[in-house]
């Protein structure tokens, strides 16, 4: 993690570190799954697919999200309101400045991404800035929900995310060549009373990336809590991030579904999710339930003598 006045949350960081370890272990049966089960001729294949996926996404990721998501990077001249507060909270913090960036997007809401500090982008939606503008967000609203996101990069979550989410990747392409292309071919596996190969390899690539996706998701549901609680702590009002919490969720819930359905994909980069609060009850969910998040917010704030 890099050095930085951001408090860290032993608790959730030792839960954290837990489902990093299941999924390390969760990679390890499954690579020697394909050690025993893919023929030595495709192996090669499939790893160096693979090697290339993560290489893209380790270095590119910033730049894949920031364009998918219609992000653009704008500078003091432009948003000096907007420069302004990622100044004062970075000050705070004591980290280098991320690269600022506007999504036109009606929905209010906004993102971290970037592998590392020195590679960061923190981005606003322009519904999330026009409502600041209107007053609709207070000052410290804002900056709270901006120091959330400050918190994922200091953190380095992109990172760690994208790191736990590479064996589902991985799962999913061998479940597709398996599928597809027949990986494995017609050869059967006697220890198995003569089941295709072809079929014990599409299984195992489900399973694993079953478990792989709830571990991950599990994964960005700690890395939420650990960024509010950290934000609110580096700002010093957590109700105001509470506050900001309710306020963006609701304005979320009035978007046209069209609008959230193109925005789900990217769910788990967002500091409130684009889907109803029943999806987001779910083991599916990238982030807690808002009734989760206040909740501890309100603990920090009383913690703090403030409730």
Same mark, same amino acid.
């Given at each position: 993690?890099?050095?930085? @006045?951001?408090?860290?949350?032993?608790?959730?960081?030792?839960? #954290?570190?837990?489902?990093?370890? $299941?999924?390390?272990?969760?990679?390890?049966?499954?690579?020697?799954?394909?050690?025993?089960?893919?023929? &030595?001729?495709? =192996?090669?294949?499939? =790893?160096?697919?693979?090697?290339?996926?993560?290489?893209?996404?380790?270095?590119?990721?910033?730049?894949?999200?920031?364009?998918?998501?219609?992000?653009?990077?704008?500078?003091?001249?432009?948003?000096?309101?907007?420069?302004?507060?990622?100044?004062?909270?970075?000050?705070? !913090?004591? #980290?280098?400045?991320?690269?600022?960036?506007? !999504?036109?997007?009606?929905?209010?809401?906004?993102?971290?991404?970037?592998?590392?500090?020195?590679?960061?982008?923190?981005?606003?939606?322009?519904?999330?800035?026009?409502?600041?503008?209107?007053?609709? =967000?207070?000052?410290?609203?804002?900056?709270?929900?901006?120091?959330?996101?400050? *918190?994922?990069?200091?953190?380095?979550?992109?990172?760690?995310?994208?790191?736990?989410?590479?064996?589902?990747?991985?799962?999913? $392409?061998?479940?597709?060549?398996?599928?597809?292309?027949?990986?494995?071919?017609?050869? @059967?596996?006697?220890?198995?009373?003569?089941?295709?190969?072809?079929?014990?390899?599409?299984?195992?690539?489900?399973?694993?990336?079953?478990?792989?996706?709830?571990?991950?998701? &599990?994964?960005?549901?700690?890395?939420? $809590?650990?960024?509010?609680?950290?934000? !609110?702590?580096?700002?010093?009002?957590? *109700?105001? =991030? !509470?506050?900001?919490?309710?306020?963006?969720?609701?304005?979320?819930?009035?978007?046209?579904? +069209?609008?959230?359905? +193109?925005?789900?994909?990217?769910?788990?980069?967002?500091?409130?999710? &684009?889907?109803?609060?029943?999806?987001?009850?779910?083991?599916?969910?990238?982030?807690?339930?808002?009734?989760?998040?206040?909740?501890?917010?309100? +603990?920090?704030?009383?913690? $703090?003598?403030?409730?």
């Amino acid at each position: 993690m890099a050095r930085t @006045r951001f408090a860290p949350d032993r608790g959730l960081t030792s839960r #954290m570190v837990f489902v990093m370890f $299941l999924i390390g272990a969760l990679a390890v049966a499954f690579v020697a799954a394909l050690i025993a089960f893919v023929p &030595a001729r495709s =192996l090669p294949v499939v =790893l160096v697919i693979a090697g290339v996926i993560l290489f893209v996404q380790f270095f590119f990721s910033d730049k894949i999200a920031a364009f998918a998501m219609g992000a653009r990077e704008v500078g003091p001249e432009q948003y000096p309101d907007l420069h302004g507060v990622v100044d004062r909270l970075v000050a705070l !913090a004591d #980290m280098p400045k991320p690269r600022v960036a506007v !999504a036109e997007t009606p929905m209010p809401n906004a993102f971290a991404t970037g592998r590392n500090p020195s590679n960061a982008v923190i981005c606003v939606t322009t519904g999330l800035y026009d409502r600041w503008k209107r007053k609709e =967000l207070t000052d410290q609203e804002f900056e709270g929900v901006l120091a959330h996101e400050l *918190s994922h990069v200091a953190h380095r979550d992109v990172l760690v995310i994208t790191i736990a989410s590479f064996l589902g990747i991985l799962a999913g $392409l061998v479940a597709r060549m398996a599928f597809w292309f027949g990986l494995g071919g017609d050869r @059967r596996d006697d220890r198995d009373g003569g089941v295709p190969i072809q079929l014990i390899i599409l299984l195992v690539s489900m399973v694993t990336y079953a478990i792989s996706f709830m571990l991950t998701m &599990a994964l960005s549901r700690y890395r939420e $809590l650990a960024a509010d609680r950290s934000g !609110a702590l580096l700002t010093g009002n957590p *109700s105001a =991030l !509470a506050s900001a919490l309710q306020k963006i969720t609701g304005d979320v819930a009035k978007i046209p579904t +069209q609008d959230l359905r +193109q925005a789900e994909p990217f769910n788990a980069f967002y500091f409130t999710p &684009a889907f109803n609060a029943e999806t987001a009850k779910s083991l599916f969910s990238s982030h807690p339930t808002t009734e989760k998040r206040i909740e501890q917010l309100a +603990q920090i704030s009383r913690q $703090l003598g403030r409730g």
